[in-house]
């Protein structure tokens, strides 16, 4: 799908490698879709056997080129996390706008049983964000919150807040 008029796209251009060139180039699955689905360049004679708590690099067959300051991140899809199990380990994985190589996808199988990832099978999304860096200034004091150094889960949880409320 083409972006719609008004909606700011950018032009990435991509090197489908000989071990992808019958699988179609990823595309949106709809107009609000934020990813672009990401399809196993697996030998179709043979499937990949993912079992249950084994991870593997899958292949895209797609090298990109990223415009400079964006990045592609590559993320789970949930369909195949919810009924299988299966995910992107380092979700998101990250494709820096240097990176020449080929688009691999790390997956892993969460799931109870095995899983097989066929040729063509949408393994992940493909998502293209702006980059903005920062400059790391040290200093010997910062500014202090509410929150303070509370994390992972310190802000509460539904129950928490109910039994809070209740007294």
Do not use: W
């Not at 019958?22 to 595309?27: E, F, M, Q, R, W």
């Amino acid at each position: 799908m083409k972006p719609r008029s008004g909606d700011a796209g950018i032009t990435v251009r991509v090197v489908r490698l000989p071990h992808a060139g019958d699988l179609a180039l990823p595309a949106y699955q709809s107009d609000g879709a934020a990813g672009m689905d990401l399809l196993a360049a697996v030998d179709g004679r043979a499937p990949l056997r993912l079992a249950s708590g084994a991870r593997a690099l899958v292949p895209t067959g797609l090298v990109l080129e990223l415009p400079h300051g964006f990045e592609a991140q590559v993320r789970p899809r949930s369909g195949l996390a919810l009924r299988h199990g299966i995910t992107v380990l380092n979700s998101p994985g990250t494709i820096d706008c240097d990176y020449r190589g080929e688009l691999q996808v790390l997956l892993a199988n969460l799931g109870d049983a095995p899983f097989a990832i066929e040729r063509g099978e949408r393994i992940a999304q493909l998502v293209i964000q702006r980059v903005v860096r920062g400059e790391l200034v040290e200093a010997v004091r910062i500014e202090p919150t509410k929150r303070g150094a509370g994390g992972f889960g310190s802000t509460g949880t539904k129950a928490r807040a109910k039994r809070t409320r209740k007294g």
